[in-house]
């Protein structure tokens, strides 16, 4: 039986703690309160911080594989207690069970896969005369900042191996999406001692409070690029870490030799998995001339074939936008494109009575290329289809972007396909498949999608501090 009458508290230092101010959290299918959560005080910030200071030193010093058994704990718990986040996950955030089953069950892998990476010390010189290694150690404490269009899972890829390498850590989830992290942080307290990972909730203040932190190492965030900027802002003060995964707008290049009816489906779903609300949703999908008219045809069959509705219904397949700012966002995307004269393939008509904060899907045919639907992120279930016919311009027009953050490409000529590739200026680049993650594959943004990258060994060392440490065997003093 799910409670959703739970009060929802903060854990700070193993202990379950609430405010006297509160922010309540919407099922956007409804647009009913479901819960209110404590909007975090400095001084909570404050006890949350010394807490996870004080946890440091014994966390870093404990053994890795006892680590690495408190990661594998994490997993099982939350595969126990998977259910009820799958059931909270659609409740707050909006998406279907499919979407919520993929994250929850995905963030259970996170943490056993993390749990399996190790930072072996590097063995520069080994001789009679000398020893010199770089051996990795923890930074101390980390600072999440999350999203609300995947709260769990990015939350996991910074909490995962920010525990691994032997830092401590405080999450801030969305203030749209915290009843999840919340959650999380009830069912580690029985596994993780006190401060080593603690859940505060809050609004854009408490992010900002955490950037300027004297006692944060690091921040590992997740969010618009224009936030991403005041991140690094605010922890310049400070020099902390960095980890920025920011927005993007990512081309997908489809060639002439596919077979549109075929293909439709899975591009469909490249634009419009998580309605569109996906940092590496396909943004601006370009399509050779010979096959436009078919593709553009297919897609608008395929979508109306696909259910709509509160993710709650085992039958619906697209949610709402999560939020009310962002559904007025999408809105100004759909104006402006009437604004502009653009042709709706389908969609374009948002019912302004609808019970939730729903947007029918929307494809825009042919837009220009400096047209805000192509050149920004909408973030929601609107996309344009761009005609190219020359490799090259294709090629530029996808790289004329601020972002870089994924792309892919589509077509049966591989060679094709992997030259077009090679030249795509973007952090995770896909061929013939899309959204393929791994926990051992590196992922980040080039340009302006971020700063560093989460999972793989490249990511863990983000949570270390390089350390050489050179030894003269041969003491003649
Ligand atoms: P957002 O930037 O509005 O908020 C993200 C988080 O930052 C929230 O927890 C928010 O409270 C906090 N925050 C806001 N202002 C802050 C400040 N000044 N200082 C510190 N923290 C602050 O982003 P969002 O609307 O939650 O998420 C959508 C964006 O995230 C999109 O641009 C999307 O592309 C991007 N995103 C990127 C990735 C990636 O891996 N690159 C993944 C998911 C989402």
New binding site residues.
Partial sequence: MIDFDHEYQMTINGGLTTSDTKIEVYNPATKSVIASVPDATKEQLDAAVIAARNAFPEWSRTPLAQRQADLIKIAEAIEENAEELIALLTREQGKPRAGAEWEIYGSALWFREIAKQTLNDEIVEESDARRVITRFSPLGVVGA??????PVL?AVWKIAPALLTGNTILL?????TPLCSLKLGEICRGILPPGVLSVVT???E???W??THPGIDK?A????????K??MR?AAGTLKRLTL????NDPAIVLPDVDPKVIASQLFWAAFQNNG????ATKRLYVHEHVYDEILDAMVEYAKSVKIGNGADPSTQLGPIQNGA?YAKVIEYIDDCKKHGLRFAIGGEVDAHARGWFIPITLVDNPPEDSRIVSE?P?GPILPILKWSDEEDVIARANKSQYG?GASVWGKDLDAVERIGSQLQAGTVWLNEIHQYSPHQA???HKE??LGC?NSLHGLMEYTNWQTITLNKQVGF
Avoid: R
């Fill in positions: 900042i999350a999203p609300w269009n995947f990015l801030k989830p969305s203030p749209y809050g609004g854009d408490l992010g900002k955490m950037t921040i965030f997740t969010g618009h690029t224009d936030t991403g005041h991140v605010s995964e920011l927005g993007g609300q996906f940092c590496n962002q992120e973030f953050l992922f980040g943004g999608s971020g989460e």
